[in-house]
Nanobody
C-alpha cells in the first residue's frame, strides 16, 4: 500500500512560480519502482495528465506545460513539480499519482490558482 500526500499549492499571479511536492509512504522498493505523475483537474473538466517520471527518470509532459513545468524525483520518497511562467489556465486541483502495472495510487490533491 502506498499513500501520497501533496503540498505546495496556493494562489499566484500569472507569470509566477510554484513548486509542488508529493511525499509517498510505504515500501521504498515499491515506490522507487513506480512511475510517478502529476495530473490536474479544472472545474467542469476531466482530469488530465501534466507530467510523469519513470523509475529510470524518463519524463513525459503534456504539450500545454512543456518548457514551463519540470517534474523530478529523489530516490527517497518525494516527487516534485516545478511550475514556472504560470498562466490562469493552469488553475486546477493538482493530484499526485503512483502507477505500476494495473495499480494506481492517488493523493488528495492540492489547489493551484493563478490570477490574471
Amino acid at each position: 500500500q502506498v499513500q501520497l500526500v501533496e503540498s505546495g499549492g496556493g494562489l499566484v499571479q500569472a507569470g509566477g512560480s510554484l513548486r509542488l511536492s508529493c511525499v509517498a509512504s510505504g515500501s521504498i522498493f515499491v515506490i522507487n519502482s513506480m512511475t510517478m505523475g502529476w495530473y490536474r483537474q479544472a472545474p467542469g473538466k476531466q482530469r488530465e495528465l501534466v507530467a510523469t517520471i519513470s523509475s529510470g527518470s524518463s519524463t513525459n509532459y503534456a504539450d500545454s506545460v512543456k518548457g514551463r513545468f519540470t517534474i523530478s524525483r529523489d530516490k527517497i520518497r518525494t516527487t516534485y513539480l516545478q511550475m514556472n511562467s504560470l498562466k490562469p489556465e493552469d488553475t486546477a486541483v493538482y493530484y499526485c499519482n503512483a502507477h505500476m502495472g494495473s495499480t494506481d495510487y492517488w493523493g488528495q490533491g492540492t489547489q493551484v490558482t493563478v490570477s490574471s
